[in-house]
């Protein structure tokens, strides 16, 4: 039987959902869960990796099992069995040939950047920003250029990857007071994609380069264009869409 999780979490202590040796990973806690529940090694398949330090509201991985349970029993199985940092919001029994990373049609990412007095109590939830004469218009236009499908090989960490186009459909943004919320939604997100995007859309929103020379680098295709990157801290995996 094949079950889908959606799950949310706080990743400021975790080094990202995938395993990694020796280091608390939001994937090693799930599936240490699942081992207690069925007494042997369960591997669970997730939409997307996210970074140390990042978040989820909506993150969707699969696993299967031969232990036939009710959605909402499987859902409080492994809760109970979770650290307080991560929670089963739903678990729905699915076809055997559904795949979490797969089967995604589109994924949407928030950033949070707050231009105000820096909380310690909000620190690894959003990003204080500390740069000066940010322009936010500016920013915002410099944002949107990066809509519709591109070859973004300039702005992802993972120079090895042979296909580095993607689509994003939309970004959208949401102000309070010094609050501000970036939303981006497409069919797919390359490592600290989302990240790069942000930190060179404000080069342009201080001054450093223009929207044109923005423009450049997406065409010229050469990460060592884009050096720049916000922190992990203001960044959420908001919603996994499927069919």
């Known amino acids: 039987m094949r079950y889908k999780c959606t799950c949310a979490y706080d990743g400021s202590l975790f080094h990202g959902f995938q395993m990694q040796k020796n280091l608390r990973t939001v994937q090693e806690e799930i599936e240490n869960g699942l081992l207690i529940i069925h007494k042997r090694e369960t591997k669970i398949f997730s939409s997307g990796r996210t970074d140390t330090g990042v978040h989820a509201l909506n993150q969707v991985f699969h696993f299967d099992s031969d232990i036939e349970l009710e959605e909402k029993s499987m859902c409080n199985a492994i809760n109970s069995r979770l650290p307080r940092d991560i929670f089963i919001k739903q678990v729905e029994i699915v076809s055997d040939d559904f795949h979490a990373r797969y089967d995604v049609k589109a994924k949407e990412y928030h950033y949070l950047i707050d231009f105000g007095t820096y909380d310690p109590l909000k620190r690894n939830y959003r990003y204080y920003c500390s740069l000066r004469n940010v322009d936010i218009d500016k920013f915002k236009r410099a944002l949107l250029i990066f809509v519709g499908r591109h070859d973004f090989r ?27 919320k970036i939303k981006i939604r497409g069919n797919g997100f390359m490592h600290n994609m989302v990240r790069i995007l942000i930190a060179m859309a404000l080069e342009v929103g201080r001054g450093k380069i223009s929207i044109a020379d923005l423009k450049t680098i997406l065409d010229q295709k050469n990460r060592r264009l884009s050096p720049k990157i916000v922190p992990p801290e203001g960044l959420y995996l908001y919603k996994v869409e499927y069919e």
Do not use: W, Y
């Open 154 to 180: 300039s702005f992802t960490k993972n120079q090895a990857l042979k296909n580095t186009e993607r689509e994003i459909f939309n970004i959208g943004f949401e102000s309070e007071e010094k609050l501000l």
